[in-house]
Nanobody, 121 residues
Framework: QVQLVESGGGLVQAGGSLRLSCAASGRISSLADMGWYRQAPGKQREMVALITNSGRSNYADSVNGRFTISRDNAKNTVYLQMNSLKVEDTAVYYC???????????????WGQGTQVSVSS
């Protein structure tokens, strides 16, 4: 089983910064795309940023230019640097990884438990 553990959430004032981390552990044969999603109260979960294992990244329009996703393949860890935070960035942030536990096994999507990010005005 692949486990994802997020950290780094918290409360910050608008205009501030936070850095989220997500470490993958457990039975991991291959780790492909990793990403961050968020879900605000009463809203659907949405993609924030994605990164391939070769480092290509993609961002939601709402965070492009303010957030930066990166990863350390040696540590099976993905990061999200969030700058110029806005009140509307308040949400639970979830890490997701596309991985497989065995070399010849099936690929699957794995999720972390989520970390709360709250931005005050």
């Amino acid at each position: 089983q692949v486990q994802l553990v997020e950290s780094g959430g918290g409360l910050v004032q608008a205009g501030g910064s936070l850095r989220l981390s997500c470490a993958a552990s457990g039975r991991i044969s291959s780790l492909a795309d990793m990403g961050w999603y968020r879900q605000a109260p009463g809203k659907q979960r949405e993609m924030v940023a994605l990164i391939t294992n070769s480092g290509r990244s993609n961002y939601a329009d709402s965070v492009n230019g303010r957030f930066t996703i990166s990863r350390d393949n040696a540590k099976n860890t993905v990061y999200l640097q969030m700058n110029s935070l806005k009140v509307e960035d308040t949400a639970v942030y979830y890490c997701k990884a596309h991985a497989r536990e065995r070399y010849s096994g099936p690929w699957g999507d794995y999720w972390g438990q989520g970390t709360q990010v709250s931005v005050s005005s």
